[in-house]
């Protein structure tokens, strides 16, 4: 009798912490990294893509606000040819007038926020929507082949 208690007590300082262990696992999906990764810099008033052509598929934007005031990106298709709509107040552009692919909202200087996105191939327009952000020149393109 005593035997078969210290081999059941041996046995469960073995199973116990692997029981452990595998509770902790995490289960899902494995996260995998974009195929692209493409920097974007905001600068009091202009935007910088970086690359500015990459091919399909999923994509990191890390957007970094280089400038002193909150700005933000708001993401849409672009036929290339003309300005996207502006609201009556001509100082923003009418989002909702457009088909969104993707944004990042309140990036506060220094700060820097990541998006990812799966994108078709494309153009796409980026901006910063902030009152009169737009119309200072605030905006870039992305081409994704």
């Known amino acids: 009798m005593r035997r078969l208690s210290s081999w059941l007590g041996r046995l469960t300082l073995v199973v116990l912490p692997v029981l452990f262990l595998v509770g902790c696992a995490e289960t899902g999906t494995v996260s995998r990294a974009p195929n692209t990764l493409v920097r ?4 009091d008033f202009r935007i910088v893509v970086e690359p500015g052509r990459i091919p399909a598929g999923e994509v990191e934007l890390v957007v970094r606000n280089q400038g002193p005031d909150t ?12 300005q996207p709509p502006l609201r009556r107040d001509g100082l923003t552009v009418d989002e909702e007038a457009l088909h969104e692919v993707g944004a990042v909202e309140g990036v506060n200087p220094p700060g ?11 153009r796409y327009e980026l901006f910063c929507n902030m009152a009169g952000h737009f119309m200072a020149g605030m905006h870039g393109e992305l081409v994704v082949d």
């Open 40 to 43: 974007i810099s905001e600068r």
């Open 71 to 82: 700005h933000e990106l708001i993401m849409v298709r672009s036929n290339g040819s003309q």
């Open 112 to 122: 820097v926020r990541r998006v990812r996105l799966h994108l078709a191939p494309g």
